[in-house]
């Protein structure tokens, strides 16, 4: 063998796969506010100067394996509108947590400063926008992060898969990421399916768009469907509605893809959005910009194929570095707002909130890469006893409500971005799969040295009870 096809064949095993021999020193703790004794979400933790990184959870609690090449680095923990921490990594002590305290700056004393800058928050939104070719990355890159995509209904996870993904973007930043884009499934952790799905509804949607016939579910007869074809037509909905590449290379990647066709902060922004500015915080010791988002004068729409989802009104919040107009953070959702939409959304998901995300950077050579992304839908799970009218007792006890409501979380976290062009190169050469609903096997050595997003109390309760459940199906 050549030693450029040796050369090559290692830097993809350690792309794809990892290295699995990095000494590596844990670190732990809970992140809580001094005032409140409250536990602190998403605050970041990572290691100065490097990409290495996590968030906390919903406790404020978090575990980080850094290299022990780097144990005399700085490790720092932030979160918007409180003073950073900071300490050596091996001056860190994991038995005590960790106090930050308020950090607000004054909203008068900014405004003043110069005339040239941007006052309102639409101005400032326009001007952050009008900056993107300068803070987003300029080089294509790769980004190694992890994954959880979990379903429950309001009782119980009915669907999880964690897994270890790469990500490759090219930069093209003008042109959208629709075909700039490539997501790759490196291995897989955890992947348990126990939904009672009512397959009718998917495998009628299947045919509508794959074979052109328009059936209705309440027509179909499942007895006469094979359940091969059943369950092909599941899994293609399945990627439809939750796969990687629709998060992100959809309208939802709301900055990567100002630039596509019609995009949510695209040229017509402010028609459907109205931006306020609230308030200047401090992030690590940088003021940053807090901006309301409101709705415009049109409702917002994803133009999904064979959805309606449109009709909506854009809400949640931006956060925008002052001294560079980079964007840090945008918590967003899209809540139903025509009547279309709101007849819609109540009668298929019980609820009026149809997309929630929330998006952050973190900035590595003076560019901001993508962070941790969390987005949440409804799904309708069409299963059990649907009544159009009254109903009588025995007919109600057939109708249980929280089998027909489901939601959808996927949360990535991004821990690794690799400029190395020759590396990039390489992978490219591979085969890429996005499916993250493929069974693999599980490697225990590669997820023991590997950055994962560490469960609240509650979804650890849930996940251990899906585990129980899924060793009892499958006896």
């Given at each position: 063998m050549k030693l450029t096809q040796i050369k090559s064949s290692v830097i993809i095993i350690f792309l794809l796969v990892g290295s699995?021999?990095?000494?590596?020193?844990?670190?732990?703790?809970?992140?809580?506010?001094f005032m409140s004794m409250l536990p602190i979400e998403n605050a970041s933790v990572y290691v100065q100067n490097t990409t290495i990184g996590t968030i906390t959870n919903a406790?404020?609690?978090?575990?980080?394996?850094?290299?022990?090449?780097?144990?005399?680095d700085t490790i720092i923990i932030s979160s918007i509108g409180f003073k950073s921490y900071k300490t050596t990594i091996d001056q860190f002590d994991n038995s005590l947590d960790i106090l930050l305290e308020e950090d607000i700056a004054s909203l008068d004393e900014i405004l003043i400063v110069a005339e040239n800058r941007p006052k309102t928050g639409n101005d400032i939104v326009i001007r952050a926008l009008e900056r993107l070719e300068n803070n987003l990355p300029e080089q294509p890159y790769l980004q190694k992060g992890f994954l959880r995509h979990k379903e429950r209904n309001k009782k119980q996870f009915k669907w999880?898969?964690?897994?270890?993904?790469?990500?490759?973007?090219?930069?093209?930043?003008?042109?959208?990421?629709?075909?700039?884009?490539?997501?790759?499934v490196d291995q897989v952790r955890k992947s348990y399916d126990l939904r009672d799905v009512d397959s009718l509804f998917s495998y009628s949607t299947y045919l509508k768009y794959n074979a052109n016939v328009n059936l209705k579910p309440k027509n179909l007869r499942r007895d006469t469907i094979a359940k091969s074809s059943l369950i092909k037509s599941i899994k293609w909905n399945d990627t439809r509605v939750n796969g990687l590449e629709n998060l992100f290379k959809g309208k939802l990647n709301l900055v990567r893809n100002s630039k596509s066709p019609k995009a949510l902060l695209g040229d017509d922004v402010l028609k459907t959005h109205q931006?306020?500015?609230?308030?200047?915080?401090?992030?690590?010791?940088?003021?940053?910009?807090?901006?309301?988002?409101?709705?415009?004068?049109?409702?917002?729409?994803?133009?999904?194929?064979?959805?309606?989802?449109?009709?909506?009104?854009?809400?949640?919040?931006?956060?925008?570095?002052?001294?560079?107009?980079?964007?840090?953070?945008?918590?967003?959702?899209?809540?139903?707002?025509?009547?279309?939409?709101?007849?819609?959304?109540?009668?298929?998901?019980?609820?009026?909130?149809?997309?929630?995300?929330?998006?952050?950077?973190?900035?590595?050579?003076?560019?901001?890469?993508?962070?941790?992304?969390y987005y949440e839908t409804p799904k309708l799970?069409?299963?059990?006893?649907?009544?159009?009218?009254?109903?009588?007792?025995?007919?109600?006890?057939?109708?249980?409500?929280?089998e027909r409501f489901y939601y959808t979380v996927q949360?990535?976290?991004?821990?690794?971005?690799?400029?190395?062009?020759?590396?990039?190169?390489?992978?490219?050469?591979?085969?890429w799969d996005p499916d993250i609903f493929s069974v693999k096997p599980y490697n225990k050595l590669f997820w023991d040295n590997y950055n994962t997003l560490l469960e609240s109390e509650e979804d650890e309760k849930l996940i251990k009870?899906?585990?129980?459940?899924?060793?009892l199906f499958k006896q």
């Amino acid at each position: 063998m050549k030693l450029t096809q040796i050369k090559s064949s290692v830097i993809i095993i350690f792309l794809l796969v990892g290295s699995f021999a990095v000494a590596q020193t844990e670190i732990k703790s809970k992140v809580t506010d001094f005032m409140s004794m409250l536990p602190i979400e998403n605050a970041s933790v990572y290691v100065q100067n490097t990409t290495i990184g996590t968030i906390t959870n919903a406790d404020g609690k978090f575990v980080l394996l850094v290299p022990k090449a780097l144990e005399k680095d700085t490790i720092i923990i932030s979160s918007i509108g409180f003073k950073s921490y900071k300490t050596t990594i091996d001056q860190f002590d994991n038995s005590l947590d960790i106090l930050l305290e308020e950090d607000i700056a004054s909203l008068d004393e900014i405004l003043i400063v110069a005339e040239n800058r941007p006052k309102t928050g639409n101005d400032i939104v326009i001007r952050a926008l009008e900056r993107l070719e300068n803070n987003l990355p300029e080089q294509p890159y790769l980004q190694k992060g992890f994954l959880r995509h979990k379903e429950r209904n309001k009782k119980q996870f009915k669907w999880l898969v964690e897994s270890a993904i790469t990500l490759y973007d090219d930069s093209s930043y003008v042109t959208g990421g629709a075909d700039n884009l490539k997501i790759n499934v490196d291995q897989v952790r955890k992947s348990y399916d126990l939904r009672d799905v009512d397959s009718l509804f998917s495998y009628s949607t299947y045919l509508k768009y794959n074979a052109n016939v328009n059936l209705k579910p309440k027509n179909l007869r499942r007895d006469t469907i094979a359940k091969s074809s059943l369950i092909k037509s599941i899994k293609w909905n399945d990627t439809r509605v939750n796969g990687l590449e629709n998060l992100f290379k959809g309208k939802l990647n709301l900055v990567r893809n100002s630039k596509s066709p019609k995009a949510l902060l695209g040229d017509d922004v402010l028609k459907t959005h109205q931006f306020k500015l609230d308030t200047i915080l401090v992030d690590n010791e940088r003021k940053i910009y807090k901006i309301k988002i409101d709705k415009g004068e049109n409702f917002a729409g994803l133009n999904t194929e064979g959805i309606y989802n449109e009709g909506y009104i854009a809400e949640g919040w931006i956060y925008i570095y002052w001294d560079n107009f980079s964007i840090k953070k945008i918590e967003y959702q899209l809540r139903a707002g025509s009547d279309a939409q709101k007849n819609r959304s109540k009668t298929l998901f019980d609820t009026q909130i149809n997309h929630k995300l929330v998006i952050s950077y973190m900035e590595y050579q003076d560019k901001m890469y993508p962070n941790y992304i969390y987005y949440e839908t409804p799904k309708l799970v069409n299963v059990g006893y649907k009544p159009t009218g009254k109903i009588n007792k025995e007919e109600e006890a057939l109708f249980n409500k929280e089998e027909r409501f489901y939601y959808t979380v996927q949360e990535i976290l991004f821990t690794e971005i690799i400029q190395d062009p020759e590396v990039i190169e390489a992978a490219l050469q591979q085969d890429w799969d996005p499916d993250i609903f493929s069974v693999k096997p599980y490697n225990k050595l590669f997820w023991d040295n590997y950055n994962t997003l560490l469960e609240s109390e509650e979804d650890e309760k849930l996940i251990k009870d899906l585990t129980k459940r899924s060793s009892l199906f499958k006896q």
